[in-house]
């Protein structure tokens, strides 16, 4: 298993911008899928983005493509979330995941390790 620790959450006015870090811990960290999801207050915990180990492929929900960049440091075990163009819909805790598989995957229930979140707040 992965041990993560998410971290760089906070308030932020609408417009600006934010970048979450993940912290992994495992020797196999760089061969892992690593996803960044959100939930919101009554809402289900929801896809944000996702990156295979060698940093080349990457996928974006709808709803933050082309504001929201994922990257990874595999040197590190490092995986990051730059945020800029927030919206007060953005607000939400923001969880990092990890998946024992080559295969990108939006499906959260594909993957196997979480961290305990980072709360973002973006006001109006």
């Known amino acids: 298993q992965v041990q993560l620790v998410e971290s760089g959450g906070g308030l932020v006015q609408a417009g600006g911008s934010l970048r979450l870090s993940c912290a992994a811990s495992g020797r196999t960290f760089s061969t892992y899928v690593m996803g960044w999801f959100r939930q919101s207050p009554g809402k289900e915990r929801e896809f944000v983005a996702a990156i295979r180990w060698s940093g080349s492929t990457t996928l974006y929900a709808d709803s933050v493509k082309g504001r929201f960049t994922i990257s990874r440091d595999n040197a590190k075990n490092m995986v990051y979330l730059q945020m800029n163009s927030l919206k007060p819909e953005d607000t939400a805790v923001y969880y990092c995941?990890?998946?024992?598989?080559?295969?990108?995957?939006?499906?959260?229930?594909?993957?196997?390790?979480w961290g305990q979140g980072t709360q973002v707040t973006v006001s109006s």
């Open positions: 995941a990890a998946r024992p598989w080559a295969s990108i995957s939006r499906n959260r229930n594909e993957y196997r390790d």
